[in-house]
């Protein structure tokens, strides 16, 4: 299976690092008053994934473990035992499941002892941008420069019952690159919206949950880079509507004489491409062209002379096929490191070449298919 | 005055007059030239607009738009002739529609099943048979510019559109009224309820009448409704602070949303169950395309990122993942049905799916939702519990689509999807016995 190495699944476990006292009758039998429960244990990744392998690592300030006979068991059964093991590793159990680890350690009638429990748990850390995507897109809002982050935090803290502990009685922590969020922090805080990453930057941010009484805990966080806005440019056909499964390439053959083309600026700081904090500067051919002021994202061209019923901007005959470079450069009002720029070359024709035979196969001529 | 005087006079005004009249000759000559030019300027304007078009046909069982339609948008192109009442067994890749199509779905008429479209420019629905390529116009309610559209197989279709504004209008409607294949000689309209307006994402369930479709909340950040076709009985069994999710519903009744895909970015899928607590599907994938199955844990799901794809399956939640030797998405697969012989019910656990022959340069996933790029797939037989794959036919075959949107029959015998290039809709067969070649 393939995973985002940076971005990591929000696993967590609990554990109980606080030292038992064993009970008196070991106590009684091992002599030497306050031992017990001297042994801390580490356990390695501090949030483990369910039924993954970890790493345990024994400490003590009482006794010299490296000298010491170790024995390590998990929920009862023995792991590992030998002289200075201070390490092992064991597999925890399913997401919820409990694995209590204890060790203990003993130097002539010394001995010493510690314990902890382990309990998988689960967090998906989902996100997405506000930025602009069209209607019935089917892909992710990416973050650009400028843009919110929705981010939503998915616990799964399972109790020994199996029911999960509800998500508003988890306390919640957000960090973005290790800088705590406390605005968007709080008990039941399961999500957050937050300013994007800034231009070409990336943002880690984390989250951690934990109950109030720290008996379930997780943390799980994410990699997101900052894309830069991408400008499509789309046919909208009287017909059809905006053809959004065609985006025109750099080369273009349109065999009509009077077409209006629509630019989609996705993943930009915007609530609709004829948002009024978008500014869009059009050329063609090298002359700027004053676009609609009710609908700057298009733009009508035609060959030949200009028709009154025209109310965008009228590509005169450039060449005689009809031929435009039609440029684009898009800005934000509000938001001056928003800058994209894309370039078109678009053939306009009122039919197609029967003469030739060509009906501009080699570009990317959407009639041609049936658009 | 003298002779010679009125002699004078009278040749100053012969030239004058001659003068005149090669000025207003000359006149009369430019006049002529520039009317004309400004003649054919009009003319070729108007011919742009399709004022010089024939009047239309209101006849044939495809009903006015192919005809009439079609022949303005690709006036030169021989291969755009409707299959309008072949009446023959089509070939075993059929082309059933020229014209864009905004969505399908097989549909039970009778004993036989159909395939029901919606065709984007007008919003008719119409009706296609696998086995005779019939194909029939059945509703005559024009809703222009569909985008998206989905059908139930038991005779319910929502179509989605946009109004002036750039609202989503969804409209529920019913085809239960419309004529059995055997009488459609006539169209009926396309009765139906229109739903709120911008409505984000749907499902519709495959065999009930009911729907499942998100909306954004001031509070909530985007609710989930479960709503009867005509909006009746709506009750809120979803919320979410993340707004992009496409959504499945199984004909087994269960609710499956997955985060909207995008390369390199992390997906997780959940099922939603009546009490609103998700179910971990499939998580932490990058680039998550999903395809659950109806009455199985089993799922297809589909990873891109790095600039490559790669294709998993899980037969249940505790059996890992297992990567099938293709390289495509979700979107491009369909479950084979559970076929019962006798009382037995066969669980073999395949899957068809459309593979493309060469991936575009980047990444994938983000370009093609765009549009900006098409590929030419190939088909595949996927046998899940063994993990292997196996190429149905040759690309010298059959013609190489930009498969989308594969939908299969309940027999498992067809598979209908729309070539993602320009949302024509086609039609495989998948018995090979007797299968053509032609893709007319």
Redesign the interface.
Same mark, same amino acid.
């Given at each position: 299976m393939i995973t985002m190495a940076d971005s990591l699944k929000g696993l967590s476990f609990v554990f109980f690092l606080s030292l038992f006292l064993y009970p008196a009758l070991l106590h009684a039998q091992f002599g030497l008053p306050g031992a017990e429960n001297t042994i801390s244990i580490t356990v390695t990744p501090q949030y483990p994934a369910p039924s993954s392998s970890v790493h345990l690592k024994a400490e003590s300030n009482l006794l010299d473990l490296s000298r010491a006979l170790i024995t390590w068991s998990s929920n009862g059964k023995t792991i590992a035992s030998g002289d200075g093991t201070t390490e092992t590793d064991v597999t925890v159990g399913a997401l919820g499941q409990q694995t209590s680890i204890t060790i203990t350690a003993a130097i002539d009638s010394t001995r010493a002892s510690g314990a902890a429990v382990v309990i998988p748990t689960q967090i998906d850390l989902l996100y997405e941008s506000n930025s602009y995507t069209p209607p019935f897109y089917r892909g992710r809002a990416l973050p650009s420069a400028g843009t919110m982050l929705r981010l939503q935090a998915i616990p799964r803290f399972t109790k020994g019952d199996g029911s999960l502990v509800p998500a508003a009685s988890i306390i919640y922590i957000w960090k973005r690159n290790g800088e705590l969020i406390q605005a968007a922090s709080g008990l039941g805080r399961s999500a957050a919206l937050l300013p994007g990453p800034t231009l070409f930057a990336t943002d880690t941010i984390v989250v951690e949950a934990h109950t109030s009484d720290n008996t379930y805990s997780g943390s799980a966080s994410l990699r997101i880079p900052s894309v830069e806005p991408v400008i499509a440019l789309y046919l909208d056909s009287a017909l059809f509507g905006i053809l959004y499964h065609q985006a025109l390439s750099v080369r273009t053959f349109v065999p009509n004489t009077e077409m209006t083309f629509v630019a989609v600026p996705y993943f930009a700081q915007a609530y609709s491409p004829d948002d009024q904090n978008l500014q869009y500067e059009w050329h063609v051919n090298s002359q700027k062209i004053s676009a609609d002021a009710t609908r700057p994202s298009a733009i009508t061209f035609s060959i030949g002379s200009p028709s009154p019923f025209f109310v965008s901007p009228f590509l005169s005959a450039g060449s005689s096929d009809g031929t435009a470079i039609v440029e684009l450069s898009l800005t934000h009002a509000a938001n001056y490191l928003m800058s994209s720029n894309s370039t078109w070359n678009i053939s306009l024709k009122s039919g197609f070449d029967q003469a030739s035979g060509s009906n501009g196969s080699a570009t990317n001529n959407p009639f041609e298919q049936g658009f | 005055m003298t002779k010679t005087t009125t002699q004078r006079i009278i040749t100053i005004v012969s030239y004058l007059i001659i003068m005149v009249l090669i000025v207003s000759l000359t006149g009369l000559v430019g006049w002529y030239f520039f009317l004309r030019s400004?003649t054919a300027?009009i003319v070729?304007?108007n011919?742009?607009?399709g004022f010089g078009t024939a009047a239309p046909l209101f006849e044939g069982a495809g009903g006015s738009t192919y005809q009439n339609?079609?022949s303005n948008?690709?006036?030169?192109?021989s291969s755009?002739a409707p299959s309008v009442s072949i009446k023959r067994k089509p070939p075993q890749l059929w082309k059933i529609s020229?014209?864009?199509v905004a969505g399908a779905g097989f549909v039970k008429s009778g004993a036989s099943t159909m395939i029901y479209f919606v065709e984007?420019?007008t919003g008719y629905i119409f009706s296609a048979d696998p086995e005779t390529g019939e194909l029939v116009r059945i509703t005559n309610t024009l809703r222009?510019?569909i985008?998206?559209a989905f059908f139930t197989n038991n005779g319910f279709v929502i179509e989605? #559109?946009?109004d002036d504004a750039?609202n989503?209008v969804t409209f529920a409607g019913t085809l239960l009224a419309a004529p059995a294949k055997e009488s459609a000689t006539t169209t009926e309209a396309l009765r139906g309820t229109l739903l709120e307006r911008n409505i984000i994402s749907l499902a519709v369930h495959p065999a009930s009448p009911e729907i499942f479709y998100t909306t954004l909340d001031a509070k909530a950040?985007l609710v989930g409704t479960r709503t009867l076709w005509n909006g009746s009985k709506m009750k809120q069994v979803f919320s979410?602070?993340?707004?992009?999710w496409?959504m499945v519903w199984l004909a087994d009744g269960r609710l499956i949303i997955t985060?909207?895909?995008?390369d390199?970015?992390?997906?997780?899928s959940y099922e939603v169950s009546q009490t609103s607590?998700?179910k971990?599907l499939i998580?932490?994938?990058?680039g998550l395309t999903l395809l659950p199955r109806a009455s199985s844990p089993a799922i297809l799901y589909g990873?891109s990122?790095g600039g490559t794809l #790669?294709l998993?399956a899980k037969i249940d939640q505790k059996t890992?993942?297992v990567?099938l030797p293709l390289k495509t998405v979700a979107?491009k697969c369909v479950w084979a049905p559970s076929k019962t012989v006798g009382k037995v019910v066969d669980m073999t656990l395949f899957a068809y799916c459309a593979v493309p022959q060469t991936l575009p340069d980047g990444d994938f996933?983000?370009q093609w939702?765009?549009?900006?790029v098409h590929t030419e797939d190939s088909w595949w037989k996927v046998d899940v519990k063994s993990g292997t794959a196996k190429a149905l036919f040759s690309s010298a075959q059959l013609a190489s689509l930009d498969v989308d949107r594969p939908t299969i029959d309940e027999s498992g015998n067809y598979i209908a999807f729309i070539n993602?290039?320009?949302?024509?809709l086609w039609l495989l067969r998948l018995d090979l016995e007797g299968a053509a070649t032609s893709t007319d």
């Amino acid at each position: 299976m393939i995973t985002m190495a940076d971005s990591l699944k929000g696993l967590s476990f609990v554990f109980f690092l606080s030292l038992f006292l064993y009970p008196a009758l070991l106590h009684a039998q091992f002599g030497l008053p306050g031992a017990e429960n001297t042994i801390s244990i580490t356990v390695t990744p501090q949030y483990p994934a369910p039924s993954s392998s970890v790493h345990l690592k024994a400490e003590s300030n009482l006794l010299d473990l490296s000298r010491a006979l170790i024995t390590w068991s998990s929920n009862g059964k023995t792991i590992a035992s030998g002289d200075g093991t201070t390490e092992t590793d064991v597999t925890v159990g399913a997401l919820g499941q409990q694995t209590s680890i204890t060790i203990t350690a003993a130097i002539d009638s010394t001995r010493a002892s510690g314990a902890a429990v382990v309990i998988p748990t689960q967090i998906d850390l989902l996100y997405e941008s506000n930025s602009y995507t069209p209607p019935f897109y089917r892909g992710r809002a990416l973050p650009s420069a400028g843009t919110m982050l929705r981010l939503q935090a998915i616990p799964r803290f399972t109790k020994g019952d199996g029911s999960l502990v509800p998500a508003a009685s988890i306390i919640y922590i957000w960090k973005r690159n290790g800088e705590l969020i406390q605005a968007a922090s709080g008990l039941g805080r399961s999500a957050a919206l937050l300013p994007g990453p800034t231009l070409f930057a990336t943002d880690t941010i984390v989250v951690e949950a934990h109950t109030s009484d720290n008996t379930y805990s997780g943390s799980a966080s994410l990699r997101i880079p900052s894309v830069e806005p991408v400008i499509a440019l789309y046919l909208d056909s009287a017909l059809f509507g905006i053809l959004y499964h065609q985006a025109l390439s750099v080369r273009t053959f349109v065999p009509n004489t009077e077409m209006t083309f629509v630019a989609v600026p996705y993943f930009a700081q915007a609530y609709s491409p004829d948002d009024q904090n978008l500014q869009y500067e059009w050329h063609v051919n090298s002359q700027k062209i004053s676009a609609d002021a009710t609908r700057p994202s298009a733009i009508t061209f035609s060959i030949g002379s200009p028709s009154p019923f025209f109310v965008s901007p009228f590509l005169s005959a450039g060449s005689s096929d009809g031929t435009a470079i039609v440029e684009l450069s898009l800005t934000h009002a509000a938001n001056y490191l928003m800058s994209s720029n894309s370039t078109w070359n678009i053939s306009l024709k009122s039919g197609f070449d029967q003469a030739s035979g060509s009906n501009g196969s080699a570009t990317n001529n959407p009639f041609e298919q049936g658009f | 005055m003298t002779k010679t005087t009125t002699q004078r006079i009278i040749t100053i005004v012969s030239y004058l007059i001659i003068m005149v009249l090669i000025v207003s000759l000359t006149g009369l000559v430019g006049w002529y030239f520039f009317l004309r030019s400004k003649t054919a300027t009009i003319v070729s304007i108007n011919t742009a607009r399709g004022f010089g078009t024939a009047a239309p046909l209101f006849e044939g069982a495809g009903g006015s738009t192919y005809q009439n339609v079609l022949s303005n948008i690709a006036p030169n192109s021989s291969s755009t002739a409707p299959s309008v009442s072949i009446k023959r067994k089509p070939p075993q890749l059929w082309k059933i529609s020229q014209n864009p199509v905004a969505g399908a779905g097989f549909v039970k008429s009778g004993a036989s099943t159909m395939i029901y479209f919606v065709e984007r420019a007008t919003g008719y629905i119409f009706s296609a048979d696998p086995e005779t390529g019939e194909l029939v116009r059945i509703t005559n309610t024009l809703r222009p510019k569909i985008y998206e559209a989905f059908f139930t197989n038991n005779g319910f279709v929502i179509e989605r #559109s946009l109004d002036d504004a750039g609202n989503i209008v969804t409209f529920a409607g019913t085809l239960l009224a419309a004529p059995a294949k055997e009488s459609a000689t006539t169209t009926e309209a396309l009765r139906g309820t229109l739903l709120e307006r911008n409505i984000i994402s749907l499902a519709v369930h495959p065999a009930s009448p009911e729907i499942f479709y998100t909306t954004l909340d001031a509070k909530a950040g985007l609710v989930g409704t479960r709503t009867l076709w005509n909006g009746s009985k709506m009750k809120q069994v979803f919320s979410s602070n993340i707004l992009d999710w496409r959504m499945v519903w199984l004909a087994d009744g269960r609710l499956i949303i997955t985060q909207k895909a995008a390369d390199n970015t992390a997906g997780y899928s959940y099922e939603v169950s009546q009490t609103s607590v998700q179910k971990s599907l499939i998580g932490n994938v990058s680039g998550l395309t999903l395809l659950p199955r109806a009455s199985s844990p089993a799922i297809l799901y589909g990873a891109s990122g790095g600039g490559t794809l #790669s294709l998993w399956a899980k037969i249940d939640q505790k059996t890992p993942a297992v990567q099938l030797p293709l390289k495509t998405v979700a979107d491009k697969c369909v479950w084979a049905p559970s076929k019962t012989v006798g009382k037995v019910v066969d669980m073999t656990l395949f899957a068809y799916c459309a593979v493309p022959q060469t991936l575009p340069d980047g990444d994938f996933l983000d370009q093609w939702y765009r549009g900006a790029v098409h590929t030419e797939d190939s088909w595949w037989k996927v046998d899940v519990k063994s993990g292997t794959a196996k190429a149905l036919f040759s690309s010298a075959q059959l013609a190489s689509l930009d498969v989308d949107r594969p939908t299969i029959d309940e027999s498992g015998n067809y598979i209908a999807f729309i070539n993602a290039a320009d949302t024509s809709l086609w039609l495989l067969r998948l018995d090979l016995e007797g299968a053509a070649t032609s893709t007319d």
